[in-house]
């Protein structure tokens, strides 16, 4: 069975940056494009951004430029680079495979506050 598990979330300033690690295991990672999802308070929750096999990215337009996936299939881990966070970016974050794939059971999520 897939087990996801996300971790590297806490409480930082407007300005600040965090760094998101998700440990895939069960599954053989490095065959499947990957995501970063979060979901607000009262939100659906939606996809930060990608990443595929070959290393090509996709990002939601609300924080290209900020932030910066990547993975090490050497690992099975998926990471997430936030920089310059807002508080808008509040949120839990997930991974999970690309939308376009079918998504495994969703693990329990990290939980990023930014907050002054």
């Known amino acids: 069975q897939v087990q996801l598990v996300e971790s590297g979330g806490g409480l930082v300033q407007p300005g600040g940056s965090l760094r998101l690690s998700c440990v895939v295991s069960?599954?053989?990672?490095?065959?499947?494009?990957m995501g970063w999802y979060r979901q607000a308070p009262g939100k659906q929750r939606e996809l930060v951004a990608s990443?595929?096999?070959?290393?090509?990215?996709l990002y939601a337009d609300s924080v290209k430029g900020r932030f910066t996936i990547s993975r090490v299939n050497a690992k099975n881990t998926l990471y997430l680079q936030m920089n310059s966070l807002k508080p808008e970016d509040t949120a839990v974050y997930y991974c999970?495979?690309?939308?376009?794939?079918?998504?495994?059971?969703w693990g329990q999520g990290t939980q990023v506050t930014v907050s002054s």
């Open positions: 999970n495979r690309a939308p376009q794939l079918s998504p495994y059971n």
């Open positions: 069960g599954s053989i990672f490095s065959i499947y494009p």
């Open positions: 990443i595929n096999t070959s290393g090509s990215t």
